[in-house]
Structures are given as structure tokens and as C-alpha cells.
T-cell receptor
Framework: GAVVSQHPSRVICKSGTSVKIECRSLDFQATTMFWYRQFPKQSLMLMATSNEGSKATYEQGVEKDKFLINHASLTLSTLTVTSAHPEDSSFYIC?????????????FGEGSWLTVV | GESVGLHLPTLSVQEGDNSIINCAYSNSASDYFIWYKQESGKGPQFIIDIRSNMDKRQGQRVTVLLNKTVKHLSLQIAATQPGDSAVYFCAENTGGFKTIFGAGTRLFVKA
């Protein structure tokens, strides 16, 4: 079964509103989670690294004030798309690292489809 | 954000044939490489991985080859099946557990 869960799997929001996507690690505590964005027919682009108890680290070109990341617990990271616009419509995917596993044990969620109308 | 390329090349193979999907990675400091399979509307699914101190690793019906000299990675799928149809991504990890994805290849399996 899935060890990383995302919610919601699909969301439609109106332009100008904010929407929150959750990423949960189900069977382990994740000190580090990652958020990706994927446009149709394109690859996954890393947006930011979410660290429990500290500020997220954003990749170059990703607006931290637009994509708010909160990693308040060892099992939950949230991505909030603020003042969403149609160009923010995309597939958002998170991954989480299991620190008890091998250094390379990364699990991906099933993704969240965001449509901004 | 980081990415490697914005195109999705396509590979079409006959059911039962072997498939070879290639990938060029960018960072010579990367020490861990992963192949993922992504079906439409779903998250990436781990297929096989390889560390930089190896040049070949085999799994069930899949083999990954790593050529560090030319920074090239390949995924070989034996006896390709219709269920193998998906987009395949190579990914590299440069430490810090940050995984960077390649451009991806769409695999079509013809029955």
C-alpha cells in the first residue's frame, strides 16, 4: 500500500484563491519531504525541499511567497498555492525520505491535480 | 526549479521485444541513479536503482546500465509487455536526498 499519501487528489479552485495540498508519510517519520510540479507531457520539476521544523529550501525560480510550504510535523508537509492563477494548474507531487531506511529510500505520493478556473 | 529538458521522446516496441530507454544525466557529482515509471495521472513508481560505484544492476525483467564516463544511463526491459506502456524517467541524486528528474521517455508497447 501507499506509504506517502497526498490530499486532495484533485482540486478545482477559482482564480485568486488559495489552495492547500497535504503530503503525509503513513508508516514512517519523514524529516525531509520534497515538492514537485509536473505540467502535461513534461518532467517533474523540483520546487522545494521541506524540512521538518525549519524553513523550506526553494529551487531557483520558484516563488516562496506564492508556494508556501509548512512541515510542522514529522508526518505532514503542506503546500499552499496562494492567489492561484490558471497557469498554476498542474500536477503536484510530493516525496518523502524515510530516515530509518537506506539513505536513498524516497517514497512518492500519488500526486494532486490542481485546476485553477 | 531544476529540470533536465522539456521534451518527451517516444519509443514504440512490439510486445515481447526488448526495450532500451536511454538517458543522459547532467551532474558528474551524482552518486545515485534511479529509474521511475509513471502511468497517466499517477505518481512515479520506483523501478530500479544503481549507485555510481556500479555499472550494471539487474532486477526482474529490467537492467540498468551506468556509464559514468559519458554520463549515460540506460534501462533495458526484457520481453516488453503492454503493461509496461508508460513514461519512464531517469533521476539522479547528488546527495542531500534531492532527486532531479530527466526528461522522460514515453514507451508504447504494440500488441
Amino acid at each position: 500500500g501507499a506509504v506517502v499519501s497526498q490530499h486532495p487528489s484533485r482540486v478545482i479552485c477559482k482564480s485568486g484563491t488559495s489552495v492547500k495540498i497535504e503530503c503525509r508519510s503513513l508508516d514512517f517519520q519523514a524529516t525531509t519531504m520534497f515538492w514537485y510540479r509536473q505540467f502535461p507531457k513534461q518532467s517533474l520539476m523540483l520546487m522545494a525541499t521541506s524540512n521538518e521544523g525549519s524553513k523550506a529550501t526553494y529551487e531557483q525560480g520558484v516563488e516562496k511567497d506564492k508556494f508556501l510550504i509548512n512541515h510542522a510535523s514529522l508526518t505532514l508537509s503542506t503546500l499552499t498555492v496562494t492567489s492561484a492563477h490558471p497557469e498554476d494548474s498542474s500536477f503536484y507531487i510530493c516525496s518523502a525520505r524515510d530516515p530509518q531506511g537506506a539513505v536513498d529510500t524516497i517514497y512518492f505520493g500519488e500526486g494532486s491535480w490542481l485546476t485553477v478556473v | 526549479g531544476e529540470s533536465v529538458g522539456l521534451h518527451l521522446p517516444t519509443l514504440s516496441v512490439q510486445e515481447g521485444d526488448n526495450s532500451i530507454i536511454n538517458c543522459a544525466y547532467s551532474n558528474s557529482a551524482s552518486d545515485y541513479f534511479i529509474w521511475y515509471k509513471q502511468e497517466s495521472g499517477k505518481g512515479p513508481q520506483f523501478i530500479i536503482d544503481i549507485r555510481s560505484n556500479m555499472d550494471k544492476r539487474q532486477g526482474q525483467r529490467v537492467t540498468v546500465l551506468l556509464n559514468k564516463t559519458v554520463k549515460h544511463l540506460s534501462l533495458q526491459i526484457a520481453a516488453t509487455q503492454p503493461g509496461d506502456s508508460a513514461v519512464y524517467f531517469c533521476a539522479e541524486n547528488t546527495g542531500g536526498f534531492k532527486t532531479i528528474f530527466g526528461a522522460g521517455t514515453r514507451l508504447f508497447v504494440k500488441a
